[in-house]
């Protein structure tokens, strides 16, 4: 896998000028040098599937109409983002936004697929491509499959969204191309034999090895969807697909598979360490001016449109904020080409202001120009404010049943539930409520039918979708606050409880959490709220939530977007109130203004709610969601990023749980593998050896604890679940040089072969250096060790040269062996990137001593330092980074290096020399 490995073709592709205002269009020129492939045949699944996916290129941008707005097309309107990009590792945290900007951003995504694709590593591990709301996953998946060439590709596009979450991969595959193709009889294994060996290849002998064969591409579009869909955390999706993939290659029909997903569902799958995983990085200015440019000459036509300029999105903060996501952009230039306006007005426009002016003035459009042409101002007033409710009415109902789409039937049910005596108005149109709401409205757009065959809509983003909840949420809660404080005012009135019902019927389906915008629109209209009006409505919610401990759940007879469960809808209910009175308050707040009582056994009776009647992926996004402050008494908004069990147990306020738990989590290792007693009875092993193993090497053998300790852990004979097998093997890695053969050899017996998706080479090969022999007793082990990933085989080869030093003939040999094997098929699979979590600054020095002649030859040797970070870069010595210089010559490296140790040569300084002025200094 490389970042580099196709920039100079393409920098000759980029010049020809037919290639340069195509969606992401270089990528067929690119995959066309690099892979040799053969004509799709007519009328065949690869043809069709090509054909199908192109038609995207020549649709409207924006796939809604509107008269006062005209689109590019989405091969020219396609803008290619940043990315930043990383190999997941143990370490990873790829739902973290700190974590990201530690990562290193590239600026050509076309660059990154075609190398991606050409090579090898993407049939063996899935691709997971982040981003956040409206970064563009969605669009890039379909552009991707339009663009990739059809001699040497065949790409099925699933949204996940749509399938069968029981289906296996290969049936939702399959599936899928019924659909497509518009054949109820299309099979997977039809189209795997199609990508399959040349007749001339066949007839040769060389059917495995052939190079006109197809690679299949499949790209599973929305995982945050899925886990949304499923209400479950998904955690060993991505290793069920890596899964799929080896035994797709098995057959003869190696699949790459790419996933695309919200960067804040990220940590929800068990990601395999070694897996490339790709965030889309927000627009810069360049892209942002060539995003207007091309929409400028969409509209250059019309002859009142004012041609936007960038000063007039970025000239505000705030603005140039929301203009740095693609779909926000979009929604910016549609809204100012609706207006007939060239900038954004107002000093602080958030992106919840941004949505609410957009609802407001697509709204009025709606129902000046569409419903109510003639009708009076005070008359369309009504009518654009019961727009927006019923819109916020479609909004709850797709969040209350876990889903991005609604069916006519279903918004009709709600209507009626939500304002029965609007159903026996006279309609606007002849035509159902539903279909009134929905069917002409520009950001909703008539969604795939469902698996009955219903109609069905969804908004064209799903952040729409959120804002009108959360706006239907602060509406609802104003109201209660109005009224709370209408009853405080008149002496006359006795206050009694507020009535909440419409409140409870919203919010007693799904946390609020679990769609993390719709908390972040809510606090943004807090936020906005004077200082009294901001108190009064935190007061309001402690008021509702207060009162509802002691009120019987009943049933709703109108309203079931889930088949009821009292004890869901009171764990729902009482989470979302907690998560608001928390979120929207710019403080700490005290448990007692919560539950009323500073007792922790009542708050920890509170909290345990959430888990008996919330489903795990909705318990998670409230736990992860509200965290205690530093004296535990008070909650925040979640600052730690830990496991949502050690979450429950610090918001509780056992911290001691919380500790064991984060001491455990780490031991027991991530593998979707059921849990079995001879598991946990090795875990606990694990943990004490871990804790207390005293490790005495110097002595002849192991102490008596040290002995029962070890016995305990070998004592039964039932295999292993993966994550403890890796915590085994993690341990041996460490401890073998100390431990004597016996043990490591039978704890080798236990742990081999690692969990799938842990390939586990570095620390194998601590093993096989510290006890030679295990090679000769565990055949499969020099195997294991091969196969490391390229990303971590540099500090393999590290190890396996440092026991040239101290281990005798022949292990010597073997281990010499092991590691030519290995350092010749890295010189050979150039380029690659290391792995930063594994970067062992002494293969730099293996590389200057030993000077193997298979790198020597290597000219894109110099590639492999190109992308270090910088504390990689000062951990090779001067002596090392000279020889690296002065071996592969290039102005990248030695500029790097010196950046990295704090050293700033003046323009036109010769590197060179400082690099041995460092060198010879030591």
Known sequence: MTLNEFAATRSLIRAEAHNRASAMGELQKLLAVAISGQPAPGNSYRDQLALAAQEVLDEPLLRSGSRAVASPTVRNGFVEPAFRYAIADHYSRPADEDWWEEQPQYESLVDYLAGHLADQFSTERPLLLLGHPGAGKSLLTEVLAAQLPTDSFAVVRIPLRSVNTDDELAIQITKELQRTLQKPAADLEELRQECGSCADCIQGGNSLACPHRCRLVVLLDGFDELVQATGVTQSGYLTKIQSFQKRASTLGAPTAVIVTSRTVVADRAEIPAGTAIVK?????????????????????????????????????????????????????????????????????????????????????????????????????????????????????????????????DELDADLNAFEPRRQQAVAIQAISPAHRVLGDFMFVHNARADRDRRAAYEFLHATFGEYLVSELVMHLLTRLMRHRELEAADPGLHPGHLDDSVLRRVLSHQPLSTRQPTLDFAREAADRLTPDNRRSLLATITEVLQANFGRPDVSDELYNPLPYSPVRRRACYMANLTLLRVQLDGAPV????????????????????????????????????????????????????????????????????????????????????????????????????????????????????????????????????????????????????????????????????????????????????????????????????????????????????????YVAEPARGELLKLRNDIDRRLANEMPFEFNPGYFAPEYVTYLRVERPQHWIRQPLTHLLFRDLEPNSLTSITPVDALYVAETWPSEEFPQAYLAARDTKPEPGTDLLKILRTLASAG
């Open 280 to 408: 889309l990085s927000e627009f810069d200015d360049a892209r942002i001016e060539r995003w207007l440019s091309v929409w400028n000459d969409a509209h250059s036509h019309i002859s009142d449109f004012k041609p936007l300029a960038i000063e007039g999105l970025t000239s505000q903060e705030n603005a140039a904020e929301l203009a740095r996501h693609p779909l926000l952009l979009l929604m910016l230039a549609v809204y100012l080409a609706e207006l007939g306006e060239s900038r954004l007005g107002g000093a602080n426009l958030t992106q919840s202001t941004l949505y609410q002016r957009i609802l407001d003035r697509f709204i009025d459009r709606q129902v000046k120009e569409k419903a109510a042409p003639v009708a009076e101002p005070a008359e369309q007033k009504r009518l654009e404010a019961e727009q927006r409710r019923q819109l916020q009415f479609a909004a709850i109902g797709m969040f209350n049943r876990g889903r991005q789409h609604i069916t006519d």
């Open 590 to 805: 005290p448990i007692n203004e919560l539950i009323g009582t500073t007792s922790r056994n009542s708050w920890e009776r509170f909290v345990r709610l959430w888990r008996a009647g919330l489903d795990p992926q909705a318990w998670t996004s409230v736990i992860n969601a509200l965290g205690p402050d530093d004296e535990g008494l008070r909650l925040t908004r979640n600052r730690n990023p830990w496991h949502p069990d050690v979450n429950e147990a610090d918001l509780i306020g056992d911290r001691y749980s919380a500790a064991k738990l984060l001491a455990g989590g780490h031991a027991s290792g991530a593998s979707a593998d059921p849990w079995t007693y001879s598991d946990l009875k090795a875990l606990e092993q694990l943990a004490l050896i871990q804790a207390t193993y005293s490790g005495t090497p110097y002595l002849r053998g192991l102490l008596p604890y040290d002995i029962n300790m070890f016995e305990e852990l070998l004592g039964s004979p039932e295999p292993l679940r993966g994550g403890v097998r890796r915590t085994i093997l993690t341990l041996l890695a460490r401890i073998s040089e100390g431990l004597p053969e016996p043990y490591v050899a039978r704890l080798l017996a236990r742990a081999l072969p690692p969990p799938a998706g842990y390939s586990l080479g570095p620390e194998l090969a601590a093993i096989a250096v510290a006890k030679p022999s295990m090679l000769d007793e565990f055949p499969t082990l020099g195997g294991l060790i091969s196969n490391v990933e390229n990303g971590n085989a540099a500090m393999v080869v590290a190890l396996l040269w440092s026991a040239d030093r």
